[in-house]
């Protein structure tokens, strides 16, 4: 996790693993995968920076840029966008997959 800090100087604490996509407007406006957005204090730059080094803290050094969020990370999201309550800790999440889908 991240901290960071909302406008009214209350501190928060963020997956990084969440996050789609940050935009200055000017401040710092993240999206995250479960489609809540967040303004914090912080600027872009720092946001990115913190993230970046969660990830090499995590990964013991490697380069950390791009790496994508875990498979249970977006499961996870999936879930959240699509129901009204949480998923029961544990459970397991399939996603529907079309008949006419190659992918099966």
């Known amino acids: 996790m991240i901290t960071l800090t909302r406008l009214n100087g209350q ?9 789609t996509w940050i935009e200055r407007t000017p401040d710092a406006t993240i999206s995250l995968l479960t489609g809540d957005r967040l303004v914090v204090r912080e600027p872009l730059e720092e946001v990115i920076e913190r993230v970046i080094a969660f990830r090499r803290a995590v990964r013991g050094g490697e380069d950390v840029s791009a790496y ?8 996870s999201a999936a879930w959240a966008r699509d129901h009204e309550e949480p998923r029961p800790r544990g459970a397991s999440w399939t996603p529907e997959v079309p008949a006419d889908s190659p992918r099966k």
């Open 11 to 19: 501190a928060i604490a963020v997956n990084p693993d969440l996050i």
């Open 68 to 75: 994508p969020p875990s498979k249970a990370v977006l499961e």
